[in-house]
């Protein structure tokens, strides 16, 4: 496996997306904006050292992960805009359409979406025509009316659905489940992982995905929890589907902990038959971290009430 360089990532992220000497000044100043504030970059991270465990280059390995990263940054553009979210902050800077217009911000966010699918397809290309018609099937499933599309949908009209778990649940499956998905399934789809394989790496991702869900749901509920540069409570400010209102707090940290459990047992047997990707542990270990923060907040409010 090649080794991991992150700064390589960070360069290929704000250059692969290239803007044409003519583009206009509002488009070219909010690309340059969500460019030059990329986030932690953990998706391409997880799907380079994915596709190279699987036998693709590291070229194809870095497009694909340049590619979902870009469809992410293109829903947190579309996420932000005041017929959704009405975020005015994102990772501690000004929103995009706040700075240069919602219409830029739309076009934008369309702009990451095509270049995406040319970076996807650019992955791709050298596999066996089988392999890419799966791969192509799966990121649509994914991203489209039937995954991300779906969950935030749902997620923009929750006030009118049922407040359950498995309402909460549903869409947390469409908006964050999708993209965890596509980022540790579909770089061992595309490099000829077994069925076997791809089902555990499956599991694994449904597991965390809501792990992480559960975690963005508490730190918006629990004072000082919140990451910085994103604004407290949105979630009952704008009634948003979260399972820490549903079920409460302690509920919520009870089922993080089965999650993460769950997700242990399925990584632990998937990294006994393929030790390849045992680097799958960093991102778990991230994870355990995040989930010790949160219990020991969740602790200190329930102390405090």
Same mark, same amino acid.
């Given at each position: 496996?090649?080794? *991991?360089?992150?700064?390589?990532?960070?360069?290929?992220?704000?250059?692969?997306?290239?803007?044409?000497?003519?583009?206009?000044?509002?488009?070219?100043?909010?690309? =340059?904006?969500?460019?030059?504030?990329?986030?932690?970059?953990?998706?391409?991270?997880?799907?380079?050292?994915?596709?190279?465990?699987?036998?693709?280059?590291?070229?194809?390995?870095?497009?694909?992960?340049?590619?979902?990263?870009?469809?992410?940054?293109?829903?947190? *553009?579309?996420? =932000?805009?005041?017929?959704?979210?009405?975020?005015?902050?994102?990772?501690?800077?000004?929103?995009?359409?706040?700075?240069?217009?919602?219409?830029?911000?739309?076009?934008?966010?369309?702009?990451?979406?095509?270049?995406?699918?040319?970076?996807?397809?650019?992955?791709?290309?050298?596999?066996?025509?089988?392999?890419?018609?799966?791969?192509?099937?799966?990121?649509?499933?994914?991203?489209?009316?039937?995954?991300?599309?779906?969950?935030?949908?749902?997620?923009?009209?929750?006030?009118?659905?049922?407040?359950?778990?498995?309402?909460?649940?549903?869409?947390?499956?469409?908006?964050?489940?999708?993209?965890?998905?596509?980022?540790?399934?579909?770089?061992?789809?595309?490099?000829?992982?077994?069925?076997?394989?791809?089902?555990?790496?499956?599991?694994?991702?449904?597991?965390?995905?809501?792990?992480?869900?559960?975690?963005?749901?508490?730190?918006?509920?629990?004072?000082?929890?919140?990451?910085?540069?994103?604004?407290?409570?949105? =979630?009952?400010?704008?009634?948003?589907?979260?399972?820490?209102?549903?079920?409460?707090?302690?509920?919520?940290?009870?089922?993080?902990?089965?999650?993460?459990?769950?997700? =242990?047992?399925?990584?632990?047997?998937?990294?006994?038959?393929?030790?390849?990707?045992?680097?799958?542990?960093?991102?778990?270990?991230?994870?355990?971290?995040?989930?010790?923060?949160?219990?020991?907040?969740?602790?200190?409010?329930?102390?405090?009430?």
């Amino acid at each position: 496996m090649y080794p *991991l360089n992150t700064q390589k990532i960070r360069d290929a992220y704000a250059a692969y997306l290239p803007m044409p000497a003519q583009l206009d000044p509002h488009l070219r100043g909010a690309l =340059d904006h969500v460019l030059q504030n990329p986030g932690n970059l953990i998706r391409p991270q997880i799907v380079l050292q994915m596709a190279t465990a699987h036998g693709l280059s590291e070229g194809a390995g870095m497009e694909l992960g340049i590619a979902l990263e870009y469809f992410h940054t293109a829903s947190l *553009l579309f996420d =932000d805009l005041p017929c959704m979210d009405h975020a005015t902050e994102r990772r501690g800077i000004v929103c995009a359409h706040v700075q240069y217009g919602e219409s830029s911000a739309i076009l934008a966010a369309l702009a990451f979406i095509n270049r995406a699918y040319s970076l996807t397809w650019q992955a791709v290309s050298t596999v066996p025509p089988e392999r890419q018609r799966r791969a192509l099937a799966y990121l649509e499933q994914h991203l489209g009316v039937g995954g991300l599309l779906n969950g935030q949908s749902l997620d923009l009209h929750y006030a009118t659905l049922p407040h359950t778990v498995q309402m909460t649940d549903r869409i947390a499956l469409g908006k964050t489940v999708s993209l965890i998905r596509l980022a540790i399934v579909l770089p061992a789809l595309i490099g000829g992982a077994s069925e076997v394989e791809l089902r555990l790496l499956d599991r694994i991702a449904l597991f965390w995905g809501l792990s992480y869900q559960v975690l963005d749901d508490l730190k918006d509920m629990l004072p000082g929890a919140a990451e910085t540069g994103k604004t407290h409570s949105r =979630d009952v400010a704008l009634n948003r589907p979260n399972i820490a209102l549903a079920i409460g707090v302690p509920s919520a940290v009870t089922r993080l902990r089965r999650l993460i459990a769950l997700g =242990d047992r399925t990584l632990c047997r998937l990294v006994n038959a393929q030790p390849e990707i045992s680097f799958l542990d960093n991102l778990r270990a991230n994870l355990l971290r995040e989930a010790a923060r949160i219990d020991q907040r969740a602790c200190t409010a329930q102390g405090a009430a």
